[in-house]
């Protein structure tokens, strides 16, 4: 009988009133927490509501970490600290070296080189990648090519910051004599008066800026080896990455030798410069590496697996490497 309900009205079935229950329920809306199954349901939860604030709070931790990491750096170049005075042997022939006033690559060039040409090459492989290679982000930021610079330039500069930050805590603890202290002190064994071999605790420098002597005192470790080591390697590692054509098999390699030279050069000229001892700029080399080592394959995105947070949409090529992007 209940099968044949409603024969005298709407002549409708139970199997029909199920059926288009059923159709209704489907055409209901996903309740809050619900339809998590639909990729357009997942971007705009993630796009809105507490999802987006949670994001927005920690691009401001990030933008909190960072500043932190600096914090070291500019301690140092502020002068809010000044180097351990450190005395000397008398007769030790390392610290006895002209001080010239000229550099085979300054300060400025040394910043505006590394920055530039590393981080030139990584906003311009990232606007690559996402103009050609289809990638998408979990970002907040709709604008792919500023959510990809965020990742990749983000963690480039921080790295920046703790290495110049781990260089310039290391040249105020330790406070090394330059090889050209006793020129940039204005000072001789002989002026001095004292026996060879015997330690000179304090020294009244004669150079009519404090300045040199002060610069003199901050000799381990190279800022400019562990800097030029950073940016170039981080570099090298970044082509390692995303350097994916393969119509000429030693373009890459060669890039990555040039850039490591480069870096090289740059450290072996603070010693032809008299600004640091050989040990200094092996030290700023090993510090230098380590650090574009760790920001590289732990911080940056870049050797993550396709399935990351910035990755090309698609099924992930399973021919890849863990540790290579599909693009």
């Known amino acids: 009988m209940l099968d044949t309900f409603g024969s005298h009205g709407t002549g409708l079935t139970v199997s029909d009133l199920q059926l288009k229950l059923s159709d209704k329920k489907s055409n209901l809306p996903p309740a809050p927490g619900m339809g998590l199954d639909n990729n357009t349901g997942k971007k705009l939860l993630e796009r809105s509501g507490p999802a987006l604030s949670k994001r927005k709070l920690l691009v401001g931790l990030d933008l909190l970490c960072l500043f932190l990491a600096s914090v070291p750096f500019y301690v140092c170049e502020l ?8 005395g000397f042997i008398c007769g030790d022939p390392s610290i006895t070296y002209p001080y010239t006033h000229s550099e085979a690559i300054p ?11 590393t981080g030139f090459t990584i906003a311009l492989g990232e606007c690559y990648r996402v103009r050609f290679c289809s990638v998408s982000s979990k970002a907040f930021v709709r604008n792919l090519y500023v959510s990809s610079l965020y990742k990749e330039l983000g963690s480039f500069l921080f790295g920046c910051s ?4 781990l260089t310039n805590m290391a040249k105020l603890s330790v406070g090394r004599l330059r090889p050209h202290f006793l020129s940039a002190c204005g000072v001789t064994y002989a002026s001095l008066n004292c026996t060879p071999g015997t330690y000179v605790a304090t020294v009244t420098c004669k150079s009519p800026d404090p300045r040199l002597e002060e610069e003199a005192r901050k000799s381990f470790f190279s800022g400019h080896a562990s800097f030029a080591m950073y940016t170039l390697l981080y570099l090298a ?6 350097l994916k054509w393969h119509g000429a098999r030693l373009l890459r390699p060669v890039l990555q030798f040039f850039l490591v030279l480069l870096a090289i050069y740059t450290g072996l000229t603070r010693i032809s410069d008299y600004r640091h001892h050989p040990t200094d700029v ?4 090993l ?3 380590v650090t574009a080592y760790w920001v590289a394959f732990f911080i940056s995105p870049m050797f993550k697996s396709s399935s990351s947070d910035l990755s090309p949409t698609g099924t992930p090529d399973s021919s890849l490497s863990p540790h290579h992007t599909a693009c």
């Open 79 to 86: 002068k809010v600290v000044r180097p351990y005075r450190r």
């Open 107 to 117: 300060d400025g060039l040394l910043i505006a080189g590394g920055i530039i040409i």
């Open 162 to 165: 703790i290495g110049q930050s």
């Open 237 to 242: 590692f970044y082509l390692q990455a995303r």
């Open 282 to 285: 092996l030290t700023g080399y």
């Open 287 to 289: 510090q230098g590496a």
